[in-house]
């Protein structure tokens, strides 16, 4: 296995760093620590903590949402099956990995936009796929109801870890592996039963 270059050691870091402190308290020396280099590597390789953030979330935006819109996007997959497998995975990899989608919405919870353009942009891409997937899905809903049904299933699977207490009050219950399980399996089964989501052997049939 290659060894990771001293570049890709911080960035990694960086990444690590935003996960375990929150954005807001991430600190070149913490990066530092973490990566195994003193402070004047990060300024070498990156210029500032600003840009190599920057870096940070360009890396994670792409491992999540263009690597979802990947997946919607496979024609050899039933429609259905790719649209559950997309929102499983992010709905589980928001609960590993609470920070990092914060720090993605630090700044339009705290300021109302977004903090670099390829977030917005990959997000926008990301939803234009599902969308579209929908309209394989629910071919029979026009298309600005699908649009809601997209913002339902937004709504449905990153509410719950960007505001986990708030969900946890309704439940009644923390949200644990079985907990999130028989949650997002309700939100499939409510819209199929609606018939906004037809499963694959439904409309076979």
Excluded: W
Aim: glycine share 4%; hydrophobic share 40%; charged share 30%.
């Amino acid at each position: 296995m290659e060894t990771p270059s001293t570049q890709e050691r911080i960035l990694l870091a960086t990444i690590e760093c935003v996960e375990e402190y929150g954005l807001p308290h991430v600190t070149t020396r913490k990066i530092a620590e973490k990566a195994g280099v003193n402070v004047a590597a990060i300024n070498y390789y990156f210029r500032s903590k600003e840009r190599l953030l920057e870096e940070a979330m360009r890396v994670t935006i792409r491992n999540s949402f263009e690597d979802a819109r990947t997946v919607l996007q496979e024609d050899e997959r039933p429609a259905g099956e790719r649209l559950r497998r997309v929102m499983e995975e992010l709905f589980e990899g928001g609960f590993r990995f609470p920070r990092i989608t914060q720090a993605h919405l630090y700044t339009l919870f705290t300021e109302g936009r977004f903090a670099y353009p390829f977030q917005e942009e990959g997000m926008r891409a990301f939803f234009q796929a599902l969308i579209d997937t929908l309209a394989q899905t629910a071919p029979h809903v026009r298309e600005e109801k699908r649009r809601h049904l997209a913002a339902v299933l937004a709504s449905a699977v990153f509410m719950p870890f960007v505001l986990p207490p708030v969900f946890e009050l309704i439940l009644g219950k923390p949200i644990d592996e079985e907990v999130r399980k028989e949650y997002l399996e309700t939100v499939f089964e409510l819209l199929t039963r609606a018939d906004l989501i037809r499963d694959d052997h439904s409309r076979e049939g």
